[in-house]
């Protein structure tokens, strides 16, 4: 997946563990989006929507498809799904 600085993600793999600075979608912290703040060759810098933050590698992450984030958004893997429950 093509990331990119300013993209919306969330923690799904839980490959880093779980914890504040690692919320696993759905787990003990709830279903919290990050933003993709830094892309460091492999490593990718997210501030999660908890006030934390954290580095990951691209399978750890999921693009979080919104209208607000992307409307037109093809990185999503869900994109279907979205666009069949009008998400965008």
């Not at 787990?27 to 989006?33: R, T």
């Not at 830094?38 to 750890?60: H, K, L, P, S």
């Not at 919104?66 to 093809?74: D, G, L, M, Q, W």
């Amino acid at each position: 997946m093509e990331l990119e600085v300013g993209d919306e993600v969330i923690y799904k793999s839980g490959s880093c563990g779980i914890s504040n600075k690692n919320p696993l979608w759905g787990g003990k912290y709830g279903n919290i989006v990050g933003r993709v703040t830094e892309i460091d060759f492999a490593w990718i810098r997210v501030n999660w929507g908890n006030g934390t933050e954290n580095n990951y590698i691209d399978g750890d992450l999921e693009f979080y498809c919104t209208k607000k984030s992307r409307p037109n958004c093809f990185k999503c893997k869900k994109r279907l799904q979205c666009i069949t429950q009008g998400v965008i």
